[in-house]
């Protein structure tokens, strides 16, 4: 049960667009369509924004997308805004088990 | 809303014991987790337990010290911890499961410093 690899920064400007990845492996990810995205910021619980790869929860904006190809998974965020200045979370299912990536800390500049 | 409320973290002595709790109304029909998060790092998922209870499963590295378990008719869901080091200092949240990792709604957390 090794943590899903994502990048510990990503950063944008306002108005741009982002994409966070998220590696697993055949074990997880490759084989499973049940990767979760949560946002979480400081000082609070984390928030679901996708679910079964690209299925945004109820009332996350459409500038929140999700994708997987592979082993891998991706986070975009399109517009960039101030309020998505946070930490991000990947998350699959991996038959019985679920896994999380580090996280990656988004700096809106 | 619904809403999932922790509860039982606080001050523990290494090599102690600690039962977290967490309450909801409705719990029943859910499968139900516990995520953890120490100081400054990620989510690591903890355990989790299927609605009648009767199914549990748990992180490698913690399925020696760590047991899950729910109450639905007093609408609880607990995790009980023991042999605890400071490697166990961290903020423990409930979530609920709607499918296969989904967590769709988390409680606030609560903490537990091993020291």
């Known amino acids: 049960q090794s943590a899903l690899t994502q990048p510990p920064s990503a950063s944008g400007s306002p108005g741009q667009s982002v994409t966070i990845s998220c590696t697993g492996t055949n074990r997880d990810i490759g084989t499973y369509n049940f990767v979760t995205w949560y946002q979480q910021h400081p000082g609070k619980a984390p928030k679901l924004l996708i679910h079964?790869?690209?299925k945004r929860a109820s009332g996350v904006p459409e500038r929140f997308s999700g994708s997987k190809s592979g082993n891998t998974a991706y986070l975009t965020v399109a517009g960039l805004q101030a309020d998505d200045e946070a930490d991000y979370f990947c998350c699959s299912f991996a038959g019985g088990f679920k896994i999380f990536g580090g996280g990656t800390k988004l700096t809106v500049l | 809303e619904v809403q999932l409320v922790e509860s039982g973290g606080g001050w523990v002595q290494p090599g102690g014991s600690l039962r977290l709790s967490c309450e909801t109304p409705g719990l029943g029909g859910l499968w139900m987790t516990w995520v953890r998060q120490a100081p400054g790092k990620g989510l690591q998922w903890v355990a989790d337990?299927?609605?009648?209870?009767?199914?549990?499963n748990y992180a490698d590295d913690l399925r020696d010290r760590y047991t899950v378990s729910r109450d639905n008719a007093r609408n609880s869901l607990y995790l009980d911890m023991n042999s605890l080091t400071a490697d166990d200092s961290s903020i423990f949240y409930c979530?609920?499961?709607?499918?296969?990792?989904?967590?769709?709604?988390w409680g606030r957390g609560t903490v537990v410093t091993v020291s």
């Open positions: 979530a609920r499961d709607v499918g296969y990792g989904t967590f769709d709604v």
């Open positions: 337990i299927s609605p009648d209870g009767s199914e549990r």
């Open positions: 079964q790869v690209a």
